[in-house]
Nanobody
Framework: QVQLVESGGGLVRPGGSLRLACAASGFTLGAYAVNWYRQAPGKEREFVAFISRAVYWPNYADSVKGRFTISRDDAKDTVYLQMNSLKPEDTAVYYC???????WGQGTRVTVSS
């Protein structure tokens, strides 16, 4: 059974940091490029970051460039999103998605608030 599980979300103050993780079961996440998306309340889901397979080439939305870092550990079959200098506008549910698939997890909620 294919399953994606995002974890690591929580409540953090502006300027704080969180590290999200995306793990898979039922397939090998390392065989895919992986995206992180987010959906804020009342807004559409938006792209956040991408990491290719093999060479681990990253790409970021302009809104998070310089603050977020995507990485992957193929030995653990996990993709991470390190989020630093968080802002209230980063508040959203964050999802990972292997490129070219319809695999989605339940997401992990990030709330940035003082």
């Amino acid at each position: 059974q294919v399953q994606l599980v995002e974890s690591g979300g929580g409540l953090v103050r502006p300027g704080g940091s969180l590290r999200l993780a995306c793990a898979a079961s039922g397939f090998t996440l390392g065989a895919y490029a992986v995206n992180w998306y987010r959906q804020a309340p009342g807004k559409e889901r938006e792209f956040v970051a991408f990491i290719s397979r093999a060479v681990y080439w990253p790409n970021y939305a302009d809104s998070v460039k310089g603050r977020f870092t995507i990485s992957r550990d193929d030995a653990k079959d996990t993709v991470y999103l390190q989020m630093n200098s968080l802002k209230p506008e980063d508040t959203a549910v964050y999802y990972c998605n292997p490129s070219g698939t319809s695999y989605w997890g339940q997401g992990t909620r990030v709330t940035v608030s003082s």
